[in-house]
Nanobody, 124 residues
Framework: QVQLVESGGGLVQAGGSLRLSCAAS????????MGWFRQAPGKEREFVAA????????YYADSVKGRFTISRDNAKNTVWLQMNSLKPEDTAVYYC?????????????????WGQGAQVTVSS
């Protein structure tokens, strides 16, 4: 089992950057493939990015490709989402999630563990 805690959200102007962190508890973090999702008010939870357990494979939604970067450090039990060139439409609650399925999983229901979420607000 793994527990996930996100941090790093906040308010930023369009064009700015934020880096979200997701700290995992437990000694088996490296066993999990990780993903980031987001959910805006009134919308379904949306896949953002995923990374394999080793970090050598990653995948992005078209809407964030070229602007966001997912990375991880298994020694630190942490996965990050670097978000650049932010747009107002990126405003959402961002969740990190862990799964043993993979290595790249884009469906939210295939993830086993979730963090509590971090609010990201991009003003125009």
């Amino acid at each position: 089992q793994v527990q996930l805690v996100e941090s790093g959200g906040g308010l930023v102007q369009a064009g700015g950057s934020l880096r979200l962190s997701c700290a995992a508890s437990g000694r088996t973090f490296s066993s999990y493939h990780m993903g980031w999702f987001r959910q805006a008010p009134g919308k379904e939870r949306e896949f953002v990015a995923a990374i394999s357990w080793s970090g050598n494979r990653s995948y992005y939604a078209d809407s964030v490709k070229g602007r966001f970067t997912i990375s991880r450090d298994n020694a630190k039990n942490t996965v990050w989402l670097q978000m650049n060139s932010l747009k107002p439409e990126d405003t959402a609650v961002y969740y990190c999630a862990a799964t043993t399925r993979g290595p790249i999983v884009k469906k939210f229901y295939e993830y086993d563990y979730w963090g509590q979420g971090a609010q990201v607000t991009v003003s125009s």
